[in-house]
């Protein structure tokens, strides 16, 4: 059974920092792109950052450049979401998922809570 479980999520002012981790199990992690989404209260779950199976490419949504980060690491199954400068805007339930080969996503996380307050 696949399980993706994010943490790390908070509250945070303006221009602060939170370091999100996903950890999956139940899956050969070395093959899944894994990428993190977001979505903030009636509006619908948009692509903020995503590394590529194997490591080695990352992916950047415009709005996450220059301040989010996203790292992998194939021993431990883990993906981190490391997010520098925060705005408000960048409120949202963020979500973990995995794509095998880079194709569709079909594992999601329960998501977790980022609020970052003005």
């Known amino acids: 059974q696949v399980r993706l479980v994010e943490s790390g999520g908070g509250l945070v002012q303006s221009g602060g920092s939170l370091r999100l981790s996903c950890a999956a199990s139940?899956?050969?992690?070395?093959?899944?792109?894994m990428g993190w989404f977001r979505q903030a209260p009636g509006k619908e779950r948009d692509f903020v950052a995503a590394?590529?199976?194997?490591?080695?490419?990352?992916q950047l949504a415009d709005s996450a450049k220059g301040r989010f980060t996203i790292s992998r690491d194939n021993a431990k199954n883990t993906v981190a979401l490391q997010m520098n400068s925060l705005k408000p805007e960048d409120t949202a339930v963020y979500y973990c998922?995995?794509?095998?080969?880079?194709?569709?996503?079909?594992?999601w996380g329960q998501g977790t809570q980022v609020t970052v307050s003005s």
């Open positions: 139940g899956l050969t992690f070395s093959i899944y792109t």
């Open positions: 998922a995995a794509a095998l080969f880079g194709g569709e996503y079909t594992y």
């Open positions: 590394s590529t199976w194997g490591g080695g490419s990352t």
